[in-house]
């Protein structure tokens, strides 16, 4: 007889006096769904994800995009660079110094975005979830009322 011919049969007792293996529990009866599905199933998750990460990339590309375009400049635009704007400024100075309010610019853009689309989004999901956290206790009790 081969071993797989035991696994269909019920299980074997070893001893007499063991007691029999317990019954399986009957299957739980599902409580109703709620009206909106919980928040992990939520689109609004994957919507914010999407603009933090825009906002991410367009002010990293502000602030990292004019420092490369400089460096590019400096390394194969000399010419370009030592140029005098006014009075004696070279353009690679002048360039230099625009950097900083860029900087701010890429701050202020990022700041706005979170203002303006990140955060009422945040919001919204945060203020969901809250609902949800109060009214999980009391669907789990509806549940077992009906049982």
């Known amino acids: 007889m081969s071993y797989d011919s035991y696994s269909a049969d019920p299980p074997h007792l070893t001893y007499p006096w063991q007691p029999p293996p317990p019954a399986s529990p009957p299957s739980p009866t599902l409580p109703r ?13 994957r919507v914010l994800r999407t603009a ?3 906002q991410r990339r367009v002010a990293t590309l502000a ?3 004019y420092f490369t375009l ?9 010419g370009l660079m030592t140029g ?3 009075d004696g400024l070279p353009v690679g100075l002048l360039l230099a110094l625009v950097q900083l309010p860029v900087t701010w610019l890429a701050i202020g853009l990022y700041e ?5 689309y990140v955060d009422p989004l ?3 999901i945060r203020r969901q979830a809250e609902v949800d956290a109060r009214r999980a206790p009391y669907e789990g009790r509806e549940g ?3 049982r």
């Open 52 to 54: 933090y990460r825009w």
């Open 33 to 45: 769904t709620p009206a909106h599905p919980p928040l992990g199933h939520h689109s609004d998750l």
């Open 70 to 78: 400089f460096l590019v400049l400096s390394a194969f635009a000399p």
């Open 63 to 65: 602030a990292l995009g």
């Open 112 to 116: 706005y975005t979170a203002s303006r």
């Open 122 to 124: 945040a919001r919204r």
């Open 84 to 86: 005098t704007v006014a």
């Open 144 to 146: 077992a009322a009906a």
